[in-house]
């Protein structure tokens, strides 16, 4: 069974940076397709960056393009960088995997951590 646990979570002011980390527990991610979600308070679950096995493929939502890195650091760690970060990514940062490349619908991912809370604010 595959056990997920987020870390890095904190508070920063606009223009910071962050890492989140995602570390699996119980069997690495090997085969395991690993997205990073948020939400806000009163907000839908959104999708925030997938990073696929199949060629380590990764995939961000628009607003976060080119300020959001998502990367393998180890079997069972999958990172999520973010740098310039602005008051709307404010949320609860969600890791899930899952053998299938669910994409953005976070509603089919099996495998979830407990969500780290990021808070930008000056």
């Known amino acids: 069974q595959l056990q997920l646990v987020e870390s890095g979570g904190g508070q920063v002011q606009p223009g910071g940076s962050l890492r989140l980390s995602c570390t699996a527990s119980?069997?690495?991610?090997?085969?395991?397709?690993v997205a990073w979600f948020r939400q806000a308070p009163g907000k839908e679950r959104e999708f925030v960056s997938l990073?696929?096995?199949?060629?380590?493929?990764t995939f961000y939502t628009d607003s976060v393009k080119g300020r959001f890195t998502i990367s393998r650091d180890a079997e069972n760690v999958v990172s999520l960088q973010m740098n310039s970060l602005k008051p709307e990514d404010t949320a609860i940062y969600y890791c899930?995997?899952?053998?299938?490349?669910?994409?953005?619908?976070?509603?089919?991912?099996?495998?979830w951590g407990q969500g780290t809370q990021v808070t930008v604010s000056s």
């Open positions: 119980g069997r690495t991610f090997g085969r395991y397709n």
């Open positions: 990073l696929a096995w199949v060629a380590d493929a």
């Open positions: 899930a995997a899952d053998p299938q490349n669910h994409y953005r619908d976070w509603t089919t991912y099996n495998y």
